[in-house]
């Protein structure tokens, strides 16, 4: 393919993965301004119901379109068999990528802190994570609408240059999408997982892990606000919590050094190209969406 075929090819993705991100915003921005009519109240915040219904319906719709524009059935192709052993092994290494990622979320805040800034723009403070509509979202449509976008779309329609670069561009755009690097962070590590997860499996895979990542997230953070941390329960759960890290931890550097050589072997066939393929993406269309998600990084970054 030359580089002329490779930019366009790449233009007609980056046009459909925009597409996707504008009618989110449009259908939310919708919806909002419908419900200050419906309401009358003029004054709706990021904590009202029709806000986390707002961002519902607009991800929904953005997916139908999405799958009306392009050939969905690829992205359901079925992959290897999942065994009862290999999900034990991707919920251990997913629990592991889970404490790398709040490592690295902590370093990062810290980090910032010290120089009077903060990571956590302050919708994120405003959110209440125990509202029916927000778990609807975050464990059901946001885990299916999401992987139907960056795992089926993007994922397949990336993975004719190379599968270690469909995962790691894939992994970015994801977090790029977030809107802000604390959540950003979590996102790109929990891309890449998912990413392998739905080359080797199958789709419906990493929307089952998706899922399964935000429903574990959200279980902890509810009991934890409503028994309190200082509770009998909520030292219970962190000892849980910790029993469950250390075994994740020992787990996982069992299967690592056990599967050295197919990990290196498989990393060397399947990420060769991967600096050609990214400036080729640099040069398209991408760029808009990378660019305006490099914008809302920065301006989520304030004072604490």
């Not at 990528?97 to 805040?109: F, G, H, K, P």
């Not at 498989?266 to 040069?283: A, D, I, R, T």
Request: hydrophobic share 55%; aromatic share 14%.
């Amino acid at each position: 393919m030359t580089k002329r075929q490779m930019r366009r090819s790449f233009n007609i993705i980056a046009l459909k993965y925009l597409m996707y991100n504008v009618i989110s915003v449009v259908f939310m921005f919708m919806f909002w301004f419908g419900a200050m009519i419906v309401t009358g109240n003029k004054n709706l915040d990021t904590n009202d119901n029709a806000a986390y219904v707002a961002q519902l319906v607009s991800v929904v719709a953005a997916s139908v379109v999405l799958m009306a524009v392009d050939r969905p059935k690829k992205w359901f192709k079925s992959r290897g068999y999942m065994s009862s052993k290999g999900i034990y092994k991707a919920v251990v290494f997913m629990i592991v990528l889970q404490i790398i990622s709040t490592i690295l979320m902590v370093m990062a805040e810290s980090l910032f802190n010290m120089g009077g800034l903060t990571l956590v723009p302050k919708y994120l403070d405003e959110v209440d994570e125990n509202n029916i509509w927000m778990i609807l979202y975050s464990c059901i449509i946001a885990p299916i609408c999401e992987e139907l976008c960056f795992r089926g779309f993007l994922l397949s329609s990336l993975k004719k240059y190379g599968k270690v670069f469909s995962v790691v561009s894939t992994a970015l755009l994801f977090s790029l999408f977030h809107g802000n690097p604390i959540q950003g962070i979590n996102a790109f590590i929990l891309g890449l997982f998912l990413g392998y997860i739905a080359l080797n499996y199958g789709l419906k895979w990493a929307m089952v892990f998706h899922a399964l990542n935000n429903i574990e997230i959200s279980f902890i953070s509810s009991v934890t606000d409503y028994f309190g941390e200082e509770s009998a329960v909520g030292y219970a759960l962190n000892a849980v919590v910790a029993v469950a890290v250390l075994a994740a931890i020992m787990s996982t550097i069992f299967i690592i050094v056990r599967n050295a050589d197919k990990i290196g072997s498989y990393m060397s066939k399947n990420g060769s190209g991967m600096g050609k393929c990214f400036v080729s993406m640099l040069c398209s269309v991408f760029i808009i969406s990378i660019l305006y998600g490099l914008y809302t990084f920065i301006t989520s970054v304030g004072p604490m």
